[in-house]
């Protein structure tokens, strides 16, 4: 695709199936404590 | 959903449902911003008016592009439908399990920030500290409604914890005989302002917190504006020293330099640079959480300030990079191959679900900004969750549960946002902040380019 460059992804549907062990941190672990941003925590899960 | 934006050179396109991230160019982008609403003839016609004049631009080459961007949606990665919302509301239903607390140690503080959410540690009620018996059976708590879940997380918190720092050494060897028993593994967190940071301290953290989040707020000036003893004395003096032998003796990882910004500061990336210069890598910087009156609030005039500074902060984060001086912004981190899966997006930060503050005294509140709201107390730790209203109220907010967000294209990013943020702003936890809405945005915007550049190898980038 010439002028299209796809990034590569976690596909969020795929996710449906292997997704939700929950294992990952929760996000008001980190640094924000004022706000909610879930985007930027890494995935946990060992068996997807 | 499609979200198109421009930004430092970059014609980004992203595909909510699907998490899909395009580089285009300005032919595909415009295609693109019409392809839902024109035939295919009327989009050649429209792109040869406007591209007609450059010799990469014909009728052929267009409708390849046009066919490109059809596979592209057939493949799930354009226009992905919205399939999540049933997910939303069921999943976090379903669940019971605890799996992190933020305990407050210390609702006392040797600093009196005027800005402080919390009321300098006192969360408007009184001072106190935690016995180690009210944190032994909150750590108890934990482990037994933690279900499978092996990662416990608990963050000793305040007011400043360093004042109960005996009770916070007893609850790590606590829970550490516990790990073994019940097969689970503890992370802590310390945030801590540094005054009393000492020898002690930086051993005894380097070795049991997994992370350290250190309030910094930048320059000297600007910190000691507002970061000040009961005195009136500014504390940067006292506390760069100690944070720079932390985090240097720390190895330079697991820790975040997190400062506030406000009103008086909306050149705030000057503070992000300073603390960088002062040889902090992973820093953080939150805008004020406070009342709309208050002096340090954000106004509608500083918006666009603020985002042209996230802009700017991601142009010189990039240039620094390149220079081997890079340092990592905790909102502009994303790991787009392995991030968070969509229960995660769409359930959120997991307040008063799997995530709760216990106070000095055991009850259990949503999370640590709820904590004094007597109408949000969830429980305590030896009843458990009694609050059943409340807590169901937090059971069914999620990225689904607000309908301002359901054309938004951030939702999976945010999942609908942080409910203090909503219920401070609005009454409501299902209310929307706007004002943090736009800023979330932006910030994703900003973080999204960033890893789009470094996917291409910098080739887009205007910096």
Not at chain 1, 15 to 34: I, Y
Not at chain 2, 16 to 36: F, N, P, Q, R
Not at chain 2, 66 to 74: Q, R
Not at chain 2, 439 to 458: G, H, P, S, W, Y
Request: glycine fraction near 8%; aromatic fraction near 10%.
């Amino acid at each position: 695709m010439e002028r299209i460059k796809t990034i590569e992804t976690r596909d969020l549907n795929k996710s449906v199936k292997n997704g939700g062990c929950g294992e990952c941190q929760t996000s008001c672990q980190s640094a924000c404590k004022t706000s909610c941003g879930v985007a930027n925590q890494p995935c946990e899960n060992d068996k997807k | 959903m499609v979200h198109q934006y421009k930004l430092n050179g970059c014609n980004i396109v992203l595909d909510t449902c699907s998490g899909g991230i395009h580089l285009v160019d300005e032919v595909a982008y415009d295609i693109i911003a019409c392809y839902k609403e024109k035939s295919q003839d009327e989009i050649v016609d429209l792109m040869l008016q406007k591209y007609g004049h450059r010799a990469d631009v014909t009728e052929e080459e267009i409708r390849g592009c046009i066919s490109d961007i059809a596979v592209l949606e057939k493949s799930g990665k354009l226009w992905t439908p919205d399939t999540f919302e049933p997910l939303a509301f069921d999943f976090k239903n379903r669940s019971t399990v605890v799996k992190a607390l933020c305990l407050h140690v210390a609702h006392s503080c040797n600093l009196n920030c005027s800005y402080c959410f919390a009321s300098q540690g006192k969360y408007h009620g009184d001072r106190a500290l935690m016995s180690f018996e009210v944190g032994k059976q909150a750590l108890d708590f934990l482990i037994a409604h933690s279900g499978t879940r092996k990662n416990l997380e608990v963050d000793f918190f305040g007011g400043e914890p360093l004042m109960n720092w005996d009770v916070v050494k007893q609850l790590v060897a606590y829970a550490r005989t516990q790990e073994p028993i019940h097969g689970k593994k503890f992370r802590f967190t310390l945030t801590t302002n540094g005054v009393l940071i000492d020898d002690d301290v930086i051993e005894f953290a380097n070795r049991e917190m997994s992370n350290v989040v250190l309030s910094l707020d930048g320059r000297k000036e600007i910190h000691d504006r507002l970061r000040v003893d009961y005195a009136g004395n500014g504390s940067y003096d006292r506390i760069v020293p100690k944070f720079q032998k932390l985090v240097e003796s720390r190895g330079g990882k697991n820790y975040y330099m997190r400062g506030t910004f406000t009103h008086a500061n909306t050149d705030f990336t000057n503070d992000i640079f300073h603390m960088a210069d002062l040889g902090f890598t992973e820093l953080s910087m939150e805008p004020v959480v406070c009342a709309p009156d208050d002096p340090a609030a954000l106004t509608a005039e500083d918006l666009p300030i603020v985002m042209e500074q996230y802009e700017l902060l991601a142009k010189e984060m990039m240039r620094r990079e390149k220079e081997g001086k890079g340092f990592t912004f905790y909102h502009y981190m994303l790991d787009l191959t392995n991030g968070p899966c969509v229960y995660k997006r769409i359930s959120g930060c997991g307040s008063g679900t799997e995530y709760m503050a216990v106070t000095p005294w055991g009850d259990l509140y949503p999370c640590h900004q709820f904590v004094g709201e007597e109408a949000y107390k969830l429980g305590n730790i030896w009843d458990g969750v009694t609050n059943a209203a409340v807590r169901d109220e937090f059971k069914t907010c999620n990225a689904y549960a607000r309908p301002e967000c359901a054309d938004c294209w951030a939702k999976l990013y945010c999942s609908g946002g942080c409910a203090a943020n909503a219920y401070h702003a609005t009454g409501s936890i299902r209310g929307i902040y706007e004002y943090g809405c736009e800023l979330f945005k932006k910030r994703i915007e900003c973080a999204i380019m960033m890893q789009v550049l470094k996917a291409t190898d910098n080739e887009n980038a205007d910096c």
